[in-house]
Every structure is written in C-alpha cells, then in structure tokens.
Nanobody
Framework: QVQLVESGGGLVQAGGSLRLSCAAS????????MAWYRQAPGKQRELVAT???????DYTDSVKARFIISRDNAKNTVYLQMNSLKPEDTAVYYC??????????????WGQGTQVTVSS
C-alpha cells in the first residue's frame, strides 16, 4: 500500500506565498512523475505542474513564473512553492505520484487534498 500525505495549505492574502508538501510512503520501489492538481468549487480538476524523476518540470500557463515544483527523491516528497498568489488560485490542491511498487505494479496514487484560500 502507498500513501500520499499533503501539508502546507491555508489562508493567505493576495500577493502572498505558500509552500505545499506531499510525502509518499509505503511499498515504493520508485516514483516516476509527480504532479500537483487543483480543483476549485464547481470546476474540473486541472493539472498545475509536473516534475519527472530527473527534475524536468512543466506548468500550466496560469501559474508559470509564479509557482515552482520541486522534489526530493530521497524523501519521496514533492513540493509546490506558490508565490504572488491570486484569488483565482483558491482551490483544493492534490498531489499525484506515478509509483512502481515493490511488487512491480505501476499505479497512480492521490493525496487527500489540501485547501488553499487566497483572499483579495
């Protein structure tokens, strides 16, 4: 079994910063891509940023130059540094990991979500 636990959400004023963390644990052999998604009320879940095991990153246009995704492979942890936050960034943020388990099964896992609220 694999678990992803997120932390770091909260309430912040527009222009402020937050750093999200997501730690994976359990029967992990290796982790391929890791990603952050978000879902605002009444909207579909959207991909925010991705990072490969080698450190290559990609971002949705609306967060480019404001958000930074990074990871610590030794800790099986992915981070999302969010700067210059805007009210439209308000959402529940979810991490996702493409995991190869110790039994050779490859599967995507989700965290439980963490709320980010940006006030104007």
């Amino acid at each position: 079994q694999v678990q992803l636990v997120e932390s770091g959400g909260g309430l912040v004023q527009a222009g402020g910063s937050l750093r999200l963390s997501c730690a994976a644990s359990g029967s992990i052999r290796s982790i391929n891509d890791m990603a952050w998604y978000r879902q605002a009320p009444g909207k579909q879940r959207e991909l925010v940023a991705t990072i490969t095991s080698g450190g290559s990153t990609d971002y949705t246009d609306s967060v480019k130059a404001r958000f930074i995704i990074s990871r610590d492979n030794a800790k099986n942890t992915v981070y999302l540094q969010m700067n210059s936050l805007k009210p439209e960034d308000t959402a529940v943020y979810y991490c996702n990991a493409d995991v190869l388990t110790k039994w050779g099964q490859r599967k995507g896992y989700w965290g439980q979500g963490t709320q980010v609220t940006v006030s104007s």
